[in-house]
Nanobody
């Protein structure tokens, strides 16, 4: 079992930045995908950014050019740098890691962007 713990959420004004962290209780090297989802009130959870396959990164169109996902394998941590935040980015952000037969989610961290 691996636990994922997110941190770094908060309240920020539009145009501001936040960096989210996802700390894993074990190695993230074996995960086939590792990334970030978000869920806004009344909406479905959506993929924001993720590592998949060695060296590949996916970004949703809504965050491309503003968000950057990165990882530190030595620290078992994945990050989401969020710049130029917009009120529509307000959501609970979740970390997810998947490996064959296993699917792990964090508890989520709230991001609120005020206009």
């Amino acid at each position: 079992q691996v636990q994922l713990v997110e941190s770094g959420g908060g309240l920020v004004q539009a145009g501001g930045s936040l960096r989210l962290s996802c700390a894993a209780s074990g190695s993230i090297v074996g995960f086939s995908t590792m990334g970030w989802y978000r869920q806004a009130p009344g909406k479905q959870r959506e993929l924001v950014a993720t590592f998949y396959n060695p060296g590949d990164i996916y970004y949703s169109d809504s965050v491309k050019g503003r968000f950057t996902v990165s990882r530190d394998n030595a620290q078992n941590t994945v990050y989401l740098q969020m710049d130029s935040l917009e009120p529509t980015d307000t959501a609970v952000y979740y970390c997810r890691g998947r490996k064959p037969g296993q699917d792990y989610w964090g508890q989520g961290t709230q991001v609120t962007v005020s206009s």
